[in-house]
Structure formats: C-alpha cells, structure tokens
C-alpha cells in the first residue's frame, strides 16, 4: 500500500468533504506545490479511491444521473471542480485488479469507472436531495424486487455468483435502475463490461487446463 504523509492527508480532506485542488492546496500551505497536490490526486483517482469530475465524459455520466432526481433541480454547480471520496469504488478496484488483474486491466478499469459513476450520484443524493417519501416509495418499489429486476443479467449461475462481487445499497440500486437513460448508459454497460471479464477468466482458466 502506498504511503506518503501528503498523500494521506489530502484523502483524508476528501474525506471530509467533496473538496477541490485549490482548496485542499490552501489547507495544506506551503508544505506541498500544487504540482505535489496534482501527482497525489491522480493517484486517488487512477485508484478509485476519489472521483473528479472535470473532464467532458465525466461531466456528461453527471448531468444524466442529476437531472431532476428525487427533487435535485439540478447539479451542483462545483460538482465538476471538487473531488469526492469514493471508498466503494476504491474497494471493488482493489478486489479486481487483486484477483484478476492478468490481462484484464482494461475491463477492470471501465467497470470501476462507471461503479464510480454510481456512487457519486448517490453520494449527491444523499447530500443535495431532500429526503422524501418518493425515495422511500421508489426503494420499496424497486430495490425490494432486485432479484427480479437483474435476473436477466445473471441467468448463468456462476455468473450469478460472479456479480456479487458488485455491492449496492438500497439507494444506489435505485439511483441505478430507476431511470431507463441511466440504465442504458451506465448501468448495463457495467454489467455487461463484468460479463465480459466472467468470459475472459473462464476462456483464460479452460485454455490452462
């Protein structure tokens, strides 16, 4: 596991707080030059421990998933100049590239990427929506029939077994599900992305055998 004493303070300023690059550099001083904040960041990032918003791709997945949810009029405004502290992301990255990193990085890396997606939007709806009985009704509507709702997904039963590797909480599900565009751009290429890695260890375990 990487150490630095930097390195360990910046995340723990995401962890506070969906911060950005000017803010945590004013927090830590002079100690550290703004180039030393960029390297750590991109670390974080590349490790999914943090997500940032600021590129175009990313900024579309956001403006999607905000649009309108759970009374979010709209996203925040700094949403795509702060970094925000995505400890599910990092896990799943570290469980993937631990187990299966041997020629699938590249798989690794879409799955986590639109995982990222998701808890960054349930992130926001926690900290921006109102909480209320639309969110309550959708979660006893929607997350109370998952097993229905992604059975075509995991008709396979090692597959089945596999997708478990994929955690979610009652919101996330909902934020993941509930709205077609959502499902279609984020949702279900993750899965099928993990369908793709399913496929490639198995070929890669029968071709040893």
Do not use: C
Not at 142 to 163: A, T
Request: proline share 2%; glycine share 6%; hydrophobic share 35%.
């Amino acid at each position: 596991m990487y150490k630095n004493g930097n390195y360990e303070k910046i995340l723990n300023l995401i962890k506070d707080e969906p911060i950005s690059q000017s803010e945590i550099r004013e927090r830590l001083g002079k100690r550290i030059s703004i180039q030393g904040v960029s390297k750590h960041l991109k670390r974080l990032v590349d490790k999914r421990e943090v997500a940032y918003f600021g590129n175009k791709v990313n900024k579309l997945h956001t403006k999607i998933l905000l649009r309108k949810y759970y009374g979010l009029e709209g996203w925040p405004l700094n949403a795509h100049q702060v970094y925000i502290h995505t400890p599910e992301s990092g896990k799943l990255y570290r469980k993937l590239i631990g187990r299966y990193k041997k020629k699938n990085k590249d798989l690794i890396d879409e799955i986590t990427k639109l995982y990222r997606v998701l808890e960054v939007m349930t992130k926001f709806q926690g900290m921006y929506a109102p909480k209320g009985t639309k969110l309550k009704r959708d979660i006893n509507k929607i997350y109370k029939r998952r097993d229905e709702i992604v059975g075509f997904e995991s008709s396979n039963e090692g597959f089945k077994e596999f997708i478990k590797i994929i955690k979610m909480s009652s919101i996330m599900f909902v934020v993941a599900y509930k709205e077609e565009k959502t499902r279609n751009e984020i949702t279900m290429p993750m899965f099928n992305k993990l369908r793709d890695l399913f496929i490639r260890i198995k070929d890669d375990q029968e071709n040893r055998n």
